[in-house]
């Protein structure tokens, strides 16, 4: 069994989820904001992965609707190279294009205030990230044939 780190890795902040190869379901775990250089947010994400006993990473990878990659898609690219290199763990990338409006989706029939809403969006977004991932992929990371 390999536990996953799911990365929503945004503007302001880095939403987290964790999950594992057998359960297959991700949860929720913690939103960090995203301050200092990229090798600090690189830092704080390992932090966490070690303390949670993740072994991976999937990094959501926001493109563009027509599957192009912009500036946020290769931002969060450069990151996650510099996040695979420093921590010498896989780091998987998955579409993520509507990850937080799918989180948006859910806390919409929560009884949330807007600001509790926006403090747990990110760890939404990634949640869905890494069970986007789980649901598409095998444990050995190749699409699934189901």
């Not at 960090?32 to 070690?50: K, P």
């Not at 609707?65 to 898609?73: L, N, T, Y």
């Amino acid at each position: 069994m390999k536990k996953l780190l799911g990365i929503d890795y945004g503007l302001r902040r880095i939403g987290l989820a964790l999950g594992d190869t057998d359960a297959r379901i991700a949860v929720p775990l913690k939103v960090l904001v995203r301050d200092g250089d990229i090798r600090g947010q690189v830092d704080a994400v390992i932090e966490v992965a070690e303390e949670y006993g993740a072994d991976e990473f999937v990094l959501g990878l926001p493109l563009n609707m027509d599957d192009s990659v912009g500036k946020q898609a290769k931002i969060t690219q450069s990151f996650g190279k510099l996040l695979g290199e420093v921590s010498k763990s896989v780091v998987h990338e998955c579409d993520e294009r509507l990850s937080s409006a799918a989180a948006d989706d859910y806390m919409q029939q929560t009884e949330l205030t807007h600001k509790q809403k926006k403090a747990r969006r990110d760890a939404l977004a990634a949640t869905v990230i890494l069970q986007t991932f789980f649901d598409t992929h095998t444990d050995e990371g190749t699409p699934s044939l189901d």
